[in-house]
T-cell receptor, first 115, second 115 residues
Framework: DQQVKQNSPSLSVQEGRISILNCDYT??????FLWYKKYPAEGPTFLIS?????DKNEDGRFTVFLNKSAKHLSLHIVPSQPGDSAVYFC??????????????FGKGTKLSVKP | ETGVTQSPTHLIKTRGQQVTLRCSSQ?????VSWYQQALGQGPQFIFQ???????GRGNFPPRFSGLQFPNYSSELNVNALELDDSALYLC??????????????FGPGTRLTVL
């Protein structure tokens, strides 16, 4: 049973518009969430994170929103650029009990930003 | 600052053989986590090493084993290789502090093919 779900395998957006990538989770013990970007033949690159004590975290063009009651988070990219085209992974973990190592990943969403 | 490096980049083995994959953590990081990423899936947590001790393990059989060295580099060993072990193996390093959140930084991965 998948604890972290990214239900859209792919997303296509026009350059300059907003990209919204969604992620749902089922385990209420998760209290730390991360987004990673992955290009082919490279390892995942950390983008942005959010702890469950917040509902929003912003870093430049990237904003992550967390809705704990809905067990849902989203990554907004504004404005989208062609270089943002990659696979985006949502990951979750529980900081309680020192289990920071066990990141649970979704299957990823492939974002294509068209010029 | 040196990032996470992994070797080799590609490897081909036959069923039943044994393999060792290597990872050098990012400067200043004391923790290494290993993940397996099958085609079309998100990375799956194998185990984590913190200060040379195993600090958490995912749902992988005992033929997956690891080591961490005093310089915080790490090895992943897989015995009795099976066809399903074909995947991208990712190493991630982080600075695990008690009670704190820590992003994991990934290496480029080792692509293992088992024939």
């Amino acid at each position: 049973d998948q604890q972290v779900k990214q239900n859209s395998p792919s997303l296509s957006v026009q350059e300059g518009r907003i990209s919204i990538l969604n992620c749902d989770y089922t385990n209420s013990m998760f209290d730390y969430f991360l987004w990673y970007k992955k290009y082919p033949a490279e390892g995942p690159t950390f983008l942005i994170s959010i702890s469950s004590i917040k509902d929003k975290n912003e870093d430049g063009r990237f904003t992550v929103f967390l809705n704990k009651s809905a067990k849902h988070l989203s990554l907004h990219i504004v404005p989208s650029q062609p270089g943002d085209s990659a696979v985006y992974f949502c990951a979750a973990s529980s900081l309680r009990g020192g289990s920071q190592g066990n990141l649970i990943f979704g299957k990823g969403t492939k974002l294509s930003v068209k010029p | 600052e040196t990032g996470v490096t992994q070797s080799p980049t590609h490897l081909i083995k036959t069923r039943g053989q044994q393999v060792t994959l290597r990872c050098s953590s990012q400067s200043g990081h004391n923790t290494v986590s290993w993940y397996q990423q099958a085609l079309g899936q998100g990375p799956q947590f194998i185990f984590q090493y913190y200060r040379e001790e195993e600090n958490g393990r995912g749902n992988f059989p005992p033929r997956f084993s690891g080591l961490q060295f005093p310089n915080y580099s790490s090895e992943l060993n897989v015995n009795a290789l099976e066809l399903d072990d074909s995947a991208l193996y990712l190493c991630a390093s982080s600075d695990l502090t008690s009670g704190g959140a820590s992003e994991q930084f990934f290496g480029p991965g080792t692509r293992l093919t088992v024939l």
